[in-house]
């Protein structure tokens, strides 16, 4: 009789249960979890500007001093030009004309800035080919280790030669983005308690300036009061023949007061 007694009340427990989990708030909060950033994307990389296209008139750049090439008829010269070679050929142009805003000298080839201009110019290549084929893997796990390897040592040349740091950043167009201090992981709870606690934050912030805004209206009233209340105390305790405590200074003091209130409503009303 225990066992069936217990199975019939059973259900009845269950509906007499109260959650006290997945509570459905009534204010007037929503959250939506924000956009995962690939780690390749410039916004993530530091730069700022992306590949500009090439202009394919150019020359190859081991044909450029060629003599020959300026004797020859116009056909062979397209032959020589980027417009009829694979576009390898066009990344080289790229790379070197980036080099070439920041290398020492005429034969620079190894310094940090040379490097740092190579690898700038090779990512954005890269950014720009997952644009087009975003399942390219081979492409995307170079491409993170050489955004990873470019801010490594752009972290050594911050530490080095802080002014050289900021030049390059200026003619490679980069913003550099450290790694943080300390990771937290986006979830639901701790986001809608923070938007919690802004939306109350708000709530109170806005009852507060309307509660000053009711109290500095009825500043004039108040001080028109005191003024009387300080005038009849003085002649009250004049006409008893007691100590005044209530000076005249205090009572010109109120109504200087008032009118500097009376002129600054004024002007506001103006404006």
């Given at each position: 009789m225990n066992k069936i007694f217990l199975f019939q009340t059973q259900p009845q427990l269950i509906g007499l249960i109260v959650r006290s989990y997945a509570f459905k708030s009534d204010l007037k909060i929503k959250w939506i979890r924000p956009e995962k950033i690939p780690c390749f994307k410039p916004e993530k990389s530091?730069?700022?500007?992306?590949?500009?296209?090439?202009?394919?008139?150019?020359?190859?750049?081991?044909?450029?001093?060629?003599?020959?090439?300026?004797t020859a008829n116009d056909y062979v010269k397209r032959l020589f030009t980027l417009e009829f070679n694979p576009n390898k050929q066009s990344q080289k142009v790229y790379l070197q004309e980036n080099i070439n805003k920041v290398k020492?000298?005429?034969?620079?080839?190894?310094?940090?800035?040379?490097?740092?201009?190579?690898?700038?110019?090779?990512?954005?290549?890269?950014?720009?080919?997952?644009?087009?084929?975003?399942?390219n893997k081979y492409i995307k796990v170079n491409l993170k280790e050489l955004i990873d390897k470019r801010k490594k040592h752009l972290k050594y040349l911050r530490r080095w030669d802080y002014k050289k740091f900021e030049w390059i950043l200026e003619k490679l167009n980069l913003v550099y983005k450290p790694p943080p201090n300390e990771f937290k992981w986006i979830t639901r709870?701790?986001?809608?308690?923070?938007?919690?606690?802004?939306?109350?934050?708000?709530?109170?912030?806005?009852?507060?300036?309307?509660?000053?805004?009711?109290?500095e209206s009825e500043q004039p009233a108040f001080l028109e009061e005191k003024?009387?209340?300080?005038?009849?105390?003085?002649?009250?305790?004049?006409?008893?023949?007691?100590?005044?405590?209530?000076?005249?200074?205090?009572?010109?003091?109120?109504?200087?007061?008032?009118?500097?209130?009376?002129?600054?409503?004024?002007?506001?009303?103006?404006?």
């Amino acid at each position: 009789m225990n066992k069936i007694f217990l199975f019939q009340t059973q259900p009845q427990l269950i509906g007499l249960i109260v959650r006290s989990y997945a509570f459905k708030s009534d204010l007037k909060i929503k959250w939506i979890r924000p956009e995962k950033i690939p780690c390749f994307k410039p916004e993530k990389s530091g730069d700022l500007s992306s590949k500009p296209p090439i202009d394919k008139n150019q020359y190859l750049l081991e044909f450029r001093n060629s003599k020959e090439l300026e004797t020859a008829n116009d056909y062979v010269k397209r032959l020589f030009t980027l417009e009829f070679n694979p576009n390898k050929q066009s990344q080289k142009v790229y790379l070197q004309e980036n080099i070439n805003k920041v290398k020492r000298h005429e034969h620079d080839s190894t310094s940090i800035e040379v490097k740092l201009a190579r690898w700038t110019g090779q990512i954005r290549a890269w950014q720009q080919i997952m644009e087009r084929f975003p399942r390219n893997k081979y492409i995307k796990v170079n491409l993170k280790e050489l955004i990873d390897k470019r801010k490594k040592h752009l972290k050594y040349l911050r530490r080095w030669d802080y002014k050289k740091f900021e030049w390059i950043l200026e003619k490679l167009n980069l913003v550099y983005k450290p790694p943080p201090n300390e990771f937290k992981w986006i979830t639901r709870k701790d986001s809608l308690r923070k938007l919690t606690d802004k939306y109350c934050e708000d709530v109170k912030q806005e009852r507060l300036n309307s509660l000053r805004l009711k109290y500095e209206s009825e500043q004039p009233a108040f001080l028109e009061e005191k003024i009387r209340s300080l005038e009849f105390i003085r002649v009250e305790q004049k006409e008893c023949g007691v100590e005044v405590t209530v000076s005249q200074e205090e009572i010109n003091a109120v109504k200087v007061q008032l009118e500097d209130l009376k002129k600054k409503r004024v002007v506001m009303e103006e404006y």
